[in-house]
């Protein structure tokens, strides 16, 4: 079945500190791969749809500057939460599917702490 | 009003009970209909697609009302195994991107 790779599965690091999150279709290509955060005990929460090749399209709300999206490849995503404060430790999960009418798979997701 | 709706729980069932989950959706253009698990601290996992016609998968049934905008997930002979998040998830608006719209889950635990 179709796999989604997610790197790393586990961040802590300083307030300031900019991470990059990897996101990869490994058996499959992925023109569309999606961005969520999951806060405890909420619903994940779509930030941003990733477009092979051209702009993230980002949800109201969340800032394209602060989380920058890059899908340079049909196999890869990656997103960068940019000085990263406190507020943004979260749960991060990517997910891709072989086309829109076909469900989602998720990666492991990157649990991200900053102190 | 959250787009995406569903008992929070939890539920506490013993093994071996039949236990059942309702969502509800907002959004009448949704077209795709999904039930996915998630287990504490991990990634969702594809449990189930959804169809108007109603599908079973072993001991899951899923459910789908479209004039009602309601969903069900209804699972038999329940195990230890099956405790965990049940995320209620729609795709959103119209037009075919693939978007999830996810429920804030319903937790359940089973006891032995």
């Known amino acids: 079945g179709a796999v989604v790779s997610q790197h790393p599965s586990r961040v802590i690091c300083k307030s300031g500190t900019s991470v990059k999150i990897e996101c990869r279709s490994l058996d499959f290509q992925a023109t569309t791969m999606f961005w969520y955060r999951q806060f405890p005990k909420q619903s994940l929460m779509l930030m941003a749809t990733?477009?092979?090749?051209?702009?993230?399209?980002?949800e109201q709300g969340v800032e394209k500057d602060k989380f920058l999206i890059n899908h340079a490849s049909l196999t890869l995503s990656t997103l960068t939460v940019t000085s990263a404060h406190p507020e943004d430790s979260s749960f991060y999960i990517c997910?891709?599917?072989?086309?829109?009418?076909?469900?989602?798979?998720f990666g492991d997701g990157t649990r991200l702490s900053i102190l | 009003r959250k787009e995406v709706e569903q008992d929070p729980g939890p539920f506490n069932v013993p093994e071996g009970a039949t236990v059942a989950f309702n969502c509800t959706y907002s959004n009448s253009a949704s077209q795709s209909f999904f039930w996915y698990r998630q287990d504490c601290r991990k990634e969702p996992k594809l449990l189930m697609s959804v169809y108007s016609s109603g599908n079973e998968d072993g001991r899951f049934t899923a459910q789908l009302n479209r004039a009602s905008q309601y969903i069900s997930l209804l699972i038999r002979d329940s195990k230890l195994s099956d405790s965990a998040t049940y995320l209620c998830?729609?795709?959103?608006?119209?037009?075919?991107?693939?978007?999830?719209?996810f429920g804030q889950g319903t937790t359940l635990q089973v006891k032995p």
């Open positions: 990733s477009n092979e090749g051209s702009k993230a399209t980002y």
């Open positions: 998830v729609v795709t959103g608006g119209s037009g075919n991107t693939g978007k999830l719209i």
């Open positions: 997910s891709a599917s072989k086309n829109s009418n076909q469900p989602q798979h």
